[in-house]
């Protein structure tokens, strides 16, 4: 956790280090086989990966002109029961709002 806070806010080339999930991931994979197949497939290309959620969603933290890499690594795995979102991310921290 100490590790992808520091990826996040200062240091981005430790996203793929903070990523690797040692402790829960290699023993649930055999319960989900297509998410941690996706995962395994894009962290072999080298992008910072992994199961979030319950897992059935893959997750993967890269910086924007890395997208089309991305998009082709995605294509080489995934079947047609995936469906890959590319949610907009604010970066700003938090924003209060005054509504008097």
């Known amino acids: 956790t100490a590790l992808l806070t520091r990826a996040l806010t200062a240091e981005p080339g430790l996203l793929f280090e903070a990523t690797a999930d040692r402790l829960h991931q290699p023993y649930r994979a055999e319960l989900m086989p297509p998410t941690a197949r ?16 319950a897992g059935p969603t893959a997750m993967v933290l890269f ?38």
């Open 38 to 53: 996706m995962v395994r497939s894009l962290r072999t290309a080298g992008f910072a990966a992994f199961v979030a959620g």
């Open 63 to 100: 910086p924007a002109e890395r997208r089309a890499a991305l998009q082709g690594a995605i294509a080489r795995t995934a079947d047609d029961t995936w469906q890959v979102l590319f949610p907009a991310v604010r970066n700003q921290g938090a924003i209060v709002e005054s509504r008097l």
